[in-house]
T-cell receptor, first 116, second 111 residues
Framework: GAGVSQSPSNKVTEKGKDVELRCDPI?????LYWYRQRLGQGLEFLIY????????KSGLPSDRFSAERTGESVSTLTIQRTQQEDSAVYLC??????????????FGSGTRLTVV | GDSVTQMEGPVTLSEEAFLTINCTYT??????LFWYVQYPGEGLQLLLK?????DKGSNKGFEATYRKETTSFHLEKGSVQVSDSAVYFC??????????FGKGTRLSVIA
């Protein structure tokens, strides 16, 4: 597609429920990244994919968080048993290659998750 | 590990004022440096970049020069507009690793 698409744009869920966030990267971008942005805070790196491989999962906040990617396409970030501290904007980005130093990343508009 | 430090915000300026947002970094090797901008309610957009020492990135009247000797990449604009109100993030990338972002600086420009 022309840009990085994320869905849903807004999600309100009850504490304890599971949620699934989706990211469609730019076609041809092999690298995909997930970041979290809490209100008034900077960007917290969660996980990245090179193809469908995630070499480093240490950025995921807890074992309630998981992510997967199908080939070099869609990625889903799943949060199980949501807690109020999970409330944030979840941003997805993609790039031509890992650590693209020429073109940088293209970000989606994010999913605003509110846990009530 | 790699890190980016930005000046704390918020920064409030009058229209047509001069803007500087400081950014310094710590990195191994020779990183590429970026400024991203996040307008209200939107995702991050790449504003400008520099890939080697002494390079100057520029876009939309904003400029930043890659200073290896001071490990800095300060963002400047000569005359800000209300439409420049946003959050600005400095970031670096060294090698095949994800971008490392600063905490962001909120800029408010008042007419």
């Amino acid at each position: 597609g022309a840009g990085v698409s994320q869905s849903p744009s807004n999600k309100v869920t009850e504490k304890g429920k599971d949620v699934e966030l989706r990211c469609d990267p730019i076609s041809g971008h092999t690298a995909l990244y997930w970041y979290r942005q809490r209100l008034g805070q900077g960007l917290e790196f969660l996980i990245y994919f090179q193809g469908n491989s995630a070499p480093d999962k240490s950025g995921l906040p807890s074992d309630r968080f998981s992510a997967e990617r199908t080939g070099e396409s869609v990625s889903t970030l799943t949060i199980q048993r949501t807690q109020q501290e999970d409330s944030a904007v979840y941003l997805c980005a993609s790039s031509l290659g890992l650590g693209d130093r020429v073109y940088g990343y293209t970000f989606g508009s994010g999913t605003r998750l509110t846990v009530v | 590990g790699d890190s980016v430090t930005q000046m704390e915000g918020p920064v409030t300026l009058s229209e047509e004022a001069f803007l500087t947002i400081n950014c310094t970094y710590t990195a191994t090797g020779y990183p590429s440096l970026f400024w991203y901008v996040q307008y209200p309610g939107e995702g991050l957009q790449l504003l400008l970049k520099a890939t080697k020492a002494d390079d100057k990135g520029s876009n939309k009247g904003f400029e930043a020069t890659y200073r290896k000797e001071t490990t800095s990449f300060h963002l400047e604009k000569g005359s800000v507009q209300v439409s420049d109100s946003a959050v600005y993030f400095c970031a670096l990338n060294s090698g095949n690793t994800p971008l490392v972002f600063g905490k962001g600086t909120r800029l408010s420009v008042i007419a």
